[in-house]
């Protein structure tokens, strides 16, 4: 089973700044089964990133996603108010089928 | 619009069992996997099961294989997670989420895109 490891666990930042959030994998990931979402308090998950790179639907282009094999990253360019969240890591192993999360990064205001 | 809404939580005790359901709209639901997750307070998340959209293959993480059942009647639009031999570790909140990438199987390939706002469920004496 492949684990997943997100770094680091919190990150202090002020909006305007630029977040980079890391994802690593115990070992290697197909970048197509490499997803990202975001977690508010109260709230369930928000697909943000999938295809280790591809941005859902509605989500403000600020969020990129990048990375292959074990090293992905989330970046945010400027962070905005709204974006101070818990983000986590996602990916899908094939044998056996299942879904793995990282441990979550949690976005706080500086 | 496209919605997930989950129901029958509560609090059962340990060794009990309890059925959540997950009633789908705004999209052909025999179309998609489904997916549970779960969520304890102040933890990250937890895939439990998962579905195909004809119902006909299941997935399970190890820590429920066994004890926990996922099925779906597509003429409901409704998804079911019957819970068996509960443990005070079952104590969260359960999210029914679904695949984003259309077809019959679970196939990861582009995350969940949509997501329930969760029931709770608390295994207690």
């Known amino acids: 089973e492949i684990v997943l490891t997100q770094s680091p666990g919190t990150l202090s930042l002020s909006p305007g700044e630029r977040a980079t959030l890391s994802c690593r994998a115990s070992?290697?990931?197909?970048?197509?089964?490499l997803a990202w979402y975001q977690q508010k308090p109260g709230q369930a998950p928000r697909l943000l990133i999938y295809?280790?790179?591809s941005r859902a639907t509605g989500i403000p282009d600020r969020f990129s996603g990048s990375g292959s094999g074990t090293d992905f990253t989330l970046t945010i360019s400027r962070l905005e108010p709204e974006d101070f969240a818990v983000y986590y890591c996602?990916?899908?192993?094939?044998?056996?089928?299942?879904?793995?999360f990282g441990q979550g990064t949690r976005l706080e205001i500086k | 619009e496209v919605q997930l809404l989950e129901s029958g939580g509560g609090l059962v005790q340990p060794g009990g069992s309890l059925r959540l359901s997950c009633a789908a709209s705004?999209?052909?639901?025999?179309?998609?996997?489904m997916s549970w997750v779960r969520q304890a307070p102040g933890k990250g998340l937890e895939w439990v099961s998962a579905?195909?959209?004809?119902?006909?293959?299941?997935y399970y993480a190890d820590s429920v294989k066994g004890r926990f059942t996922i099925s779906r009647d597509n003429s409901k639009n409704t998804l079911y997670l019957q819970m068996n031999s509960l443990r005070a570790e079952d104590t969260t909140v359960y999210y029914c989420?679904?695949?984003?990438?259309?077809?019959?199987?679970?196939?990861?390939?582009?995350?969940?895109?949509?997501w329930g706002q969760g029931t709770t469920v608390t295994v207690s004496s």
């Open positions: 996602q990916q899908y192993g094939s044998s056996p089928r299942m879904y793995t």
């Open positions: 295809g280790a790179s």
């Open positions: 705004g999209f052909t639901f025999s179309s998609y996997a």
């Open positions: 579905i195909s959209g004809s119902g006909g293959s299941t």
């Open positions: 070992q290697s990931v197909s970048s197509s089964y």
């Open positions: 989420a679904k695949e984003q990438t259309t077809g019959n199987t679970f196939s990861g390939r582009g995350g969940m895109d949509v």
